[in-house]
Nanobody, 116 residues
Framework: QVQLVESGGGLVQAGGSLRLSCAASGSIFSINRMGWYRQAPGKQRELVVT???????NYADSVRGRFTISRDNAKRTAYLQMNNLKPEDTAVYYC??????????WGQGTQVTVSS
């Protein structure tokens, strides 16, 4: 069993900041890639950002320059610092982990709501 525990979502005004975290535990030997996807009401789930074990990042154009991902490999935890939030960032954010063996795992999701 692999568990992903997410925290840090909430309600914030436009221009504000939030920090998400995602901690992996359980039967996962090694992690390749960690990141977040998001899904707004009535829309498909979309990539926000990912980071590999070597630190290579991949940001969606819509968040580049505002969001920053980091990870602590020893703690098997990833962090997403979200600054200058906009109403269009409102969504459920899902942590995603890809093991070295290629198996994907998803967190339970955390709500981020940005009011105008």
């Amino acid at each position: 069993q692999v568990q992903l525990v997410e925290s840090g979502g909430g309600l914030v005004q436009a221009g504000g900041s939030l920090r998400l975290s995602c901690a992996a535990s359980g039967s996962i030997f090694s992690i390749n890639r960690m990141g977040w996807y998001r899904q707004a009401p009535g829309k498909q789930r979309e990539l926000v950002v990912t980071i590999t074990s070597g630190g290579t990042t991949n940001y969606a154009d819509s968040v580049r320059g505002r969001f920053t991902i980091s990870r602590d490999n020893a703690k098997r935890t990833a962090y997403l610092q979200m600054n200058n939030l906009k109403p269009e960032d409102t969504a459920v954010y899902y942590c995603n982990v890809l093991s070295m063996g290629g198996a994907p795992y998803w967190g339970q999701g955390t709500q981020v709501t940005v009011s105008s």
